[in-house]
Nanobody, 124 residues
Framework: QVQLVESGGGLVQAGGSLRLSCAAS????????MAWFRQTPGKEREFVAA????????SYADSVKGRFTISRDNDKNMVYLQMNSLKPEDTAVYYC?????????????????WGKGTLVTVSS
């Protein structure tokens, strides 16, 4: 059983930056493909970014490409999401998840373990 705990959310002005962190425990972290998803009230949870086991392959939603960067540290059992040039539409609860396929195939259907999320609010 893998436990995931997100941190780093908060309130930021449009154009600002935040770095989200996800700490993993209870499993062999380097065996898991990892991803970030986000959700706003009334909407389905959506794919944001994913990274392969080694960190050598990444994938991004079109809406965040060029602004967000996913990375991982297998020695520390951590995955990160660096978010730059934030926009009000990036406001959401951000979730870390393990993937059963590479990049979760861009879908929650292929996410396995989930964290409880961290709230990011971007003010205009």
């Amino acid at each position: 059983q893998v436990q995931l705990v997100e941190s780093g959310g908060g309130l930021v002005q449009a154009g600002g930056s935040l770095r989200l962190s996800c700490a993993a425990s209870g499993g062999t972290f380097r065996w898991y493909n990892m991803a970030w998803f986000r959700q706003t009230p009334g909407k389905e949870r959506e794919f944001v970014a994913a990274i392969s086991r080694s960190g050598g392959s990444t994938s991004y939603a079109d809406s965040v490409k060029g602004r967000f960067t996913i990375s991982r540290d297998n020695d520390k059992n951590m995955v990160y999401l660096q978010m730059n040039s934030l926009k009000p539409e990036d406001t959401a609860v951000y979730y870390c998840a393990t993937c059963t396929t590479l990049h979760c195939s861009g879908s929650t259907n292929y996410a396995d373990y989930w964290g409880k999320g961290t709230l990011v609010t971007v003010s205009s």
